[in-house]
């Protein structure tokens, strides 16, 4: 099971939020049941510690023109992004939300599935400045916050599933919710204003939920949260050195089926471009503001353990146990094992020798796939 300790929180430093209005839509999508606690191991007292690599020895200090190495997407970038924490948001991924906007311009995406089958998106960013329209936001799940963690991310939702109402109610993260009340268990500690989302006219509720750069940085603002990556944060990936170019040895593939998720998902290589172009509901995914396919530089494919929580659909994810992945790059894949030290570090992914895994600089796209689903995926 899934660790949740929520009294034992009080020496962690991130603190959430939440922002936005009630709709009442929105409010009546999450399902409230009797007992939401789970069994728990050990929580482990200091997320700072839990999210470093272990072996730090401090920053990278920038270049003569102020830069330095991307944690999310290994690129060189200005200090001053790169220092300053990933906004992850949560994108709504049904057909009624397609096109999404903004989505183009974030630097690891992750996809996992929610009830019924379909799948939901987390989308970090870097930099999310200049972006108007982000979204359709949606919900959140309980292990979309625990992937956001692992890049000691700010995190953005559009309401919550119950089994994540005590974490986003806890100091564990700073959170920017579209609710300020949720029926059954009351207020949520982040809402930040009426002001900090709005609808669109163009699609029904709940599908046209957005925020903006604007109205992020309003919320971060009123709710007071750090902007400043922790100094002891040293990544999640591996990345590949200026000037080099990973391939792996296990094989080629030009195409790749993650799952037989009910939005149809898969990945063309594209040889000219280097980078894996997004389709799904059989046509291409494209980002509204720019009318661009999206595309991605690595592709990892991370089988977790997945139980449901209940008859009404809400799915266990276990972030923490480690599993069986498969990394893409450059045409190429390479089977790795993921592996999690403690409960909130970053997953590390090695290969049969015991040795971690480069993957190349870019965007990344990590679809969480059932593990006793593996025989869904195909690539060729």
């Known amino acids: 099971m899934k660790k949740r300790v929520f009294l034992l929180m009080m020496g962690l430093s991130l603190c959430l939020g939440a922002s936005g209005a009630v ?37 990278e200090t920038p270049d ?7 944690y999310l997407s290994g690129e060189l970038k200005d200090a001053s992004i790169v220092f300053t924490r990933p906004m992850g948001v949560m994108i709504n991924n049904i057909i009624n939300a397609m096109p999404q906007c903004g989505i183009s311009q974030a630097d690891v995406i992750y996809e ?8 939901r998106l987390l989308a970090l960013f870097d930099d999310y400045s ?19 963690l ?11 599933a119950v089994y994540a109402y005590d974490l986003l109610n806890s100091d564990m993260v700073d959170n920017i919710s579209g609710l300020q009340y949720q029926d059954a268990v009351g207020e949520l500690n982040g809402y930040a204003g009426e002001d900090i989302f709005y609808r669109t006219d163009d699609r029904p509720a709940p599908h046209n939920a957005y925020t903006s750069e604007d109205g992020l940085n309003t919320a971060i603002e009123r709710k007071g949260y750090s902007r400043e990556l922790d100094n002891e944060y040293m990544g999640h990936f591996k990345f590949a050195a200026d000037g080099e170019t990973v391939s792996y040895t296990d094989g080629t593939a030009s ?51 997945i139980q449901p929580y209940d008859d009404n ?31 909130w570090c970053p997953a590390r992914y090695y290969d049969a020798n015991g040795e971690e895994i480069s993957i190349n600089q870019g965007k990344t796209w990590v679809c969480i796939v059932q593990d006793t689903r593996s025989g869904d995926t195909m690539f060729e």
């Open 255 to 305: 195409y790749i089926q993650p799952s037989l998720y009910s939005n149809h998902p898969h990945f063309e290589y594209d040889a000219a471009s280097g980078k894996y172009l997004r389709f799904q509901y059989d046509e291409q995914q494209i980002d509204e503001m720019n009318a661009e396919q999206l595309a991605v530089d690595n592709v990892i494919i991370q089988y977790c353990q």
């Open 130 to 148: 200049g972006l108007s329209k982000i979204g359709p936001v949606r919900s959140c799940r309980d292990y979309f916050i625990d992937f956001a």
């Open 64 to 70: 003569e023109n102020n830069q330095v190495h991307s």
């Open 23 to 59: 709709f009442a839509e929105e409010a009546a999508e999450e399902v409230y049941t009797e007992d939401t606690a789970q069994t728990e191991d050990t929580w482990h007292q200091t997320f700072r510690t839990d999210i470093s690599r272990g072996d730090n020895t401090g920053r």
């Open 313 to 343: 659909g809400y799915l266990n994810v276990n972030t923490n146990a480690g599993g069986q992945a498969i990394l893409f790059t450059q045409g190429t894949f390479q089977n790795a094992t993921w592996v999690k030290s403690t409960d």
């Open 150 to 160: 692992e890049f000691d991310a700010m995190y953005t939702h559009y309401g919550q």
């Open 112 to 119: 996992a599935p929610v009830e019924g089958d379909i799948t």
